[in-house]
Nanobody
């Protein structure tokens, strides 16, 4: 099991940038695909981006493609989400998740470990 702690959220104006970090503990991080998801009030949790266990493969949702980038540093047991050109519709709680597989996924149900979430608010 991997324990996850997100950080880096906050309040930013539209067009600004934030970098989220997710620190993982546990021996299985290097073999786990990671993902970022978000949940806005009254909405279901949705996929944002995923990265394979090696970091060699990434995939992002169409809504963030070209603006957000996921990456990981296996020497630091950390996964990142660089968010640029933020929009008010990006406002949500962002969650980091780990999967018991080296292959990335877009599905919430494929991830077994979740962080507590970090709030991102984008003002217009």
């Amino acid at each position: 099991q991997v324990q996850l702690v997100e950080s880096g959220g906050g309040l930013v104006q539209a067009g600004g940038s934030l970098r989220l970090s997710c620190a993982a503990s546990g021996r299985t991080f290097n073999s786990a695909a990671m993902g970022w998801f978000r949940q806005a009030p009254g909405k279901e949790r949705e996929f944002v981006a995923t990265v394979t266990s090696t970091g060699g493969g990434t995939y992002s949702a169409d809504s963030v493609k070209g603006r957000f980038a996921i990456s990981r540093d296996n020497t630091k047991n950390t996964v990142y989400l660089q968010m640029n050109s933020l929009k008010p519709e990006d406002t949500a709680v962002y969650y980091c998740a780990a999967r018991n597989s080296p292959d990335g996924s877009t599905r919430v149900g494929d991830f077994g470990s979740w962080g507590q979430g970090t709030q991102v608010t984008v003002s217009s």
